[in-house]
């Protein structure tokens, strides 16, 4: 290995080399590190984790720390500014046309794949990183507020106008997790494996985008771990679209009890679920899971648009929100980023008449994927399972997936809970295992008591037959 390295030992403060580069070209480097980095490094002492593991990780966990905020460039800002300008002048015609955004089960492999490649080649240009500082610094304006469901909206569809840059026959997929809320723990989900997310545990280490950078290292994911987390159910949905004005389905509200109908609250609870980069907003943008996830955020939303217009005959596209505390969150007031733009025009009707609209995801009994399954006990499209030693509707999966793909140790980000959103309902990722196994035992127990009615049905068929036969001899 290199040279020894000349360290001097402080009290509070202490230095740490890092050797840099190949094998061959070493160069040693020594940087001042806060005492809670040393100890880290020496944690690999007391975890069954490789040194070099720790050492990224712990280093890692310094850079987070001390990262400078990614701010736009004049470039960036000018860029933004334009696209928005581009729906001002012709709000009905879309640069490239209308699309229909589909669940991202629901498309084909080659579809999937076209995706996929176009996502690689947004990072690989850098389109993704402007976007991605893009959120960074709108966040901390958009939140809590009307403007969040507006500048998502906005957000996902202009980064749907680069997909379609690149191949004009796809749109962006949504991730309906809902669906996932569904399966016995949605950490066993289907789409945690490499055809689809890649891995939920740690740094990207499966599937087509494997190995993605943020600003603040790889790219990571801690799903099932956070106690402020939770997946939207359907009867949350149905909850929200019980209300009829926006301003009962966003930020501020009166009391607490009040966020229960609040979509940001929720999509919070899918973000914070799936974790990792995705709970930092500095970061979040730079996994292709935030753009789908928000897009079955903004597809909820949606849905309680047409009930709003079907039920409470109001018009979405008029109801922005009198907001009291905002600063740049009124209705007039300009997007952030999108400074063409006044906030309230995220809710004009425009964009699902003109820009995109979604297909709905699909029912039982026919789930219309293979990658979902019926469960007729509760009548709903369930996703399956991606653990194949226990697998949940007589799926045989072809993937082989392992059961747990093996992650780099990540440090542990204790974050709290800056985007406020549910508990946890107890389905984490230290119990998937077990959930996974007692869904395939009530499974077996229920076909084996269908199988015992048959059977004793059968019986009965055959004692009546007989019996009708000897009363007719
Ligand atoms: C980024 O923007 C913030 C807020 O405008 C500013 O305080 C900071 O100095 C900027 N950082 C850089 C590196 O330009
Ligand atoms: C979405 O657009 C397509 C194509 O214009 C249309 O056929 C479909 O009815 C629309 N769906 C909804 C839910 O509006």
């Known amino acids: 290995m290199g040279r020894t390295c000349q360290c001097f030992t402080w009290t509070l403060l202490l230095t740490v080399c890092i050797l840099i580069g190949k094998i061959s070209t070493q160069t040693d480097v020594c940087v001042r590190v806060p005492r809670k980095t040393t100890d880290c490094l020496l944690s690999h002492k007391y975890n069954p984790v490789p040194r070099d593991s720790v050492t990224a990780s712990c280093l890692q966990e310094l850079v987070w720390e001390y990262s400078a905020p990614q701010n736009l460039s004049d470039f960036d800002k000018d860029y933004f500014k334009r696209l928005s300008g581009q729906f001002l002048q012709r709000p009905s015609v879309p640069l490239s046309g209308f699309r229909q955004r589909h669940e991202y089960r629901q498309l084909s492999t080659l579809e999937r794949g076209k995706i996929h490649r176009a996502f690689q080649i947004l990072y690989d240009e850098g389109t993704i990183h402007r976007y991605g500082k893009l959120y960074g610094q709108a966040y901390s304006t958009i939140r809590h507020s009307p403007a969040f469901l507006s500048f998502n909206r906005v957000f996902l ?25 569904q399966t016995d723990n949605p950490v066993n989900s289907l789409v945690w494996s490499d055809i689809f997310f890649g891995n939920g545990n740690g740094r990207l280490s499966i599937g087509d985008f494997r190995e993605w950078m943020s600003p603040k290292g790889p790219v990571q994911r801690r799903y099932g771990e956070s106690n402020y987390a939770q997946l939207m159910s359907r009867e949350t949905v149905a909850a929200i679209v019980s209300k009829c004005n926006s301003a009962d389905v966003t930020y501020p509200v009166k009391n607490e009890a009040d966020e229960a109908f609040v979509i940001e609250y929720h999509h919070n609870g899918a973000i914070n679920w799936v974790g990792g980069s995705l709970s930092d907003a500095t970061t979040a943008a730079y996994d292709p899971v935030f753009y789908m996830l928000s897009a079955c955020t903004d597809h909820i939303w949606e849905v309680y648009r047409h009930v709003q217009r079907a039920s409470c005959n109001k018009n979405p596209s008029m109801d922005y929100p009198a907001e009291s505390d905002g600063i740049s969150r009124g209705a007039f007031e300009r997007m952030i980023g999108f400074s063409d733009l006044a906030n309230a025009l995220g809710y004009s009707n425009y964009w699902t008449s003109y820009w995109y609209n979604y297909t709905l995801a699909s029912a039982c009994p026919d789930c219309k994927s293979e990658y979902l399954w019926c469960d007729r006990s509760i009548n709903r499209c369930v996703g399956h399972s991606r653990r ?39 389905r984490t990722m230290a119990t998937a295992k077990r959930d996974a196994k007692l869904a395939v035992e009530k499974q077996i127990a229920a076909a084996a008591a269908a199988a015992a009615a048959a059977n004793a049905a059968g019986e009965r068929l055959m004692v009546l037959n007989a019996l009708s036969q000897s009363s007719s001899d």
């Open 388 to 426: 194949t030693d226990y697998n949940v509707g007589g799926y045989s999966a072809p993937l082989n997936e392992p059961f747990e793909p093996v992650a780099d140790y990540v440090p542990h980000r204790v974050d709290l809970p800056a985007h406020p959103s549910p508990f946890n309902d107890g």
């Open 157 to 181: 569809t202009f980064f749907e106008e680069e997909l379609r840059r690149v191949d004009d026959t796809i749109s962006l997929p949504y991730w309906d997790y809902t669906v996932d809320f």
